[in-house]
């Protein structure tokens, strides 16, 4: 399975020491980007991505469900997203159900520190977090990947999941790409929009087999 290593960034962009997965201590301290993908995936095959007017906000709550929407963070966010999956040759729909991959971003509010195996992370039953149905008529989704570290506060994460298959309710949906970002806070703890743009160019560019 095949890791992409994280990128500092300090002022100035950084590459660290050769190492599979970054230190946690860093992971709260540091503008970090990390992406992980199935390498069984074939990217090719698709075509089209749906990706929500909305960013997720994941923190302790366990009643309702928080967005950020219509919002200039929000926006500024999935616009990014969205012209990064363009320019890697995908064509934005706003059909849902023929979509062939689904695009979830999430703001993290807090910091968290994790560790979960090709099952079920922290955020398991968040409230609308991927409810079922959301994308379809299927069982779930999992993770084709081993990941250990922690999420921080002001941190954004991007999914891609496979909606290429026929739902069907004894089928999972895969998580084939996951971006992580953190660091992106200003002194007043508010998103410096300048470095969450630059950030997931950066996702995109060290993610060079996401192309159709």
Same mark, same amino acid.
């Given at each position: 399975m095949k890791k992409i290593?994280?990128?500092?960034? /300090?002022? /100035?962009?950084? /590459?660290?020491?050769?190492?599979?997965?970054p230190d946690t201590d860093k992971l709260d301290n540091d503008y970090l980007v990390y992406t992980n993908y199935d390498d069984d995936t074939d990217f090719k095959k698709f075509s089209t991505f749906y990706v929500p007017d909305s960013v997720l906000i994941i923190d302790n709550s366990s009643n309702k469900p928080k967005y950020l929407y219509g919002t200039p963070a929000s926006d500024i966010i999935i616009a990014n997203y969205v012209s990064g999956m363009e320019k890697a040759g995908f064509v934005r729909t706003t059909d849902k159900e023929s979509a062939d991959l689904g695009l979830q971003i999430s703001y993290i509010e807090d910091t968290y520190r994790f560790r979960y195996f090709n099952n079920y992370p922290w955020w398991y039953g968040y409230p609308w977090y991927w409810n079922f149905g959301y994308w379809g008529n299927w069982g779930g989704w999992y993770w084709p990947y081993n990941i250990t570290y922690s999420y921080s506060t002001g941190s954004i994460l991007g999914e891609l999941v496979d909606l290429s298959d026929t739902p069907s309710t004894s089928k999972t949906l895969r998580v084939v790409w996951t971006s992580y970002i953190t660091g992106l806070l200003n002194n007043n703890g508010s998103l410096n929009t300048t470095y969450v743009q630059k950030a997931i160019d950066q996702a995109f560019a060290q993610s060079t087999y996401l192309k159709k």
């Open positions: 290593l994280p990128f500092i960034f /300090a002022g /100035a962009l950084l /590459a660290t020491a050769c190492e599979k997965l």
